[in-house]
């Protein structure tokens, strides 16, 4: 089908669906046509990423914590690197904090990347090296939420479960709430749950977060009406940024005396003693009378 063609048909898609919906708000008809809609755009515009081609309860794992807060050109240049050199539960269990923070460097929020470690121990050792398909037993594990438990067990397991995160609630926001501000994701819930697609939900939340992905280029950032939207605080001079800086330093120079640290980043004093507090209360480095560490 040539560009032309496609845009006309979806073009007269979303014609059907605003008659619709201006008819009876979130009716089968609107809802029909939405899927149309999103599942049309998904045939044309797929995007191609490695998680997306093996969806091993592993891969997919990696991937939902790699993704949380992270744009997914960043996590696509990370991805492969990291299933290679740990390329299972069991491996991960087992590799050493400088491997994992080595490979993990670009990604940011290195709490995630212990998290996933941690993740990996406990599929190890309480699960026998399978991970569970429960919601309510993944949302125990670190760094696992209810969105990043239900996002698991569709992508790897294919279960109609309905979740939201910032590209579906984007979609929705724009198609069943588009004048409205403060939207709720309780106000989303329902339609969200309404609209999987119950023989393949895989699919259809790949072709939502692609649909989502074209919207924030087209028409702006639509999760600004969402009344969970919070802009994210600036990472220049951030203690997130010292913290990457401290990780660094211990990776080029892997034991480094305590004292001079500050001088090296340039940082406060007090507050780089602070932050390698903090680094080492959550397991990211090792202080050895003085000479720091990665685990």
């Known amino acids: 089908m040539t560009t032309f063609f496609y845009q006309e048909q979806h073009q007269r898609l ?4 605003w008659v619709a919906q201006a008819k009876a ?3 089968p008809a609107a809802l029909a046509t939405f899927r149309a809609i999103i599942l049309h755009y998904y045939q044309h515009h797929e995007r191609d990423f490695a998680w997306r081609r093996i969806t091993t309860p592993y891969y997919v ?5 790699m993704l949380q807060q992270t744009q997914t050109f960043r996590v696509a240049g990370k991805f492969e690197a990291f299933v ?5 539960f069991a491996t991960l269990a087992s590799a050493s904090t400088t491997d994992i923070i080595r490979l993990w460097k670009g990604l940011g929020y290195n709490r995630r990347a212990l ?21 309510t ?4 594990f670190p760094h696992i939420g209810k969105a990043t438990a239900r996002s698991i067990v569709t992508y790897a397991f294919n279960m ?4 939201i995160e910032t ?5 929705f926001i724009y198609f069943f709430f588009k004048n409205q501000t403060a939207v709720t994701d309780a106000m989303l819930e329902p339609l969200v749950a309404a609209a999987v697609d119950q023989a393949d939900p895989r699919a259809w939340y790949y072709a939502l977060m692609d649909y989502g992905v074209m919207l924030k280029k087209t028409v702006g950032n639509v999760s600004r009406l969402s009344a969970h939207y919070a802009k994210q605080s600036a990472f220049e001079g951030s203690d997130r940024q010292i913290r990457g800086m401290i990780l660094q330093t211990l990776l080029d120079q892997p034991e480094t005396p305590v004292k001079i640290l500050p001088a090296l980043l340039d940082k406060d004093p007090e507050r780089v003693k602070k932050i390698v507090h903090d680094l080492e209360r959550e397991g990211f480095i090792k202080d050895k009378n003085g000479i720091l560490e990665l685990p």
């Not at 979303?14 to 669906?17: A, E, K, R, T, V």
């Not at 037993?137 to 125990?140: A, Q, Y």
């Not at 590209?167 to 979609?171: D, G, L, P, W």
């Open 61 to 65: 794992t990696v991937s939902e914590i």
């Open 137 to 140: 037993i993944l949302e125990t």
């Open 84 to 88: 290679e050199a740990f390329p299972d």
């Open 25 to 27: 708000p979130a009716s």
């Open 167 to 171: 590209n579906v609630r984007t979609v």
């Open 14 to 17: 979303l014609q059907q669906f």
């Open 115 to 135: 998290a996933l470690q941690k993740i990996a121990e406990r599929v190890m050792t309480e699960h026998n090296g399978v991970l569970p398909n429960d919601i």
């Open 160 to 163: 109609p479960i309905a979740f």
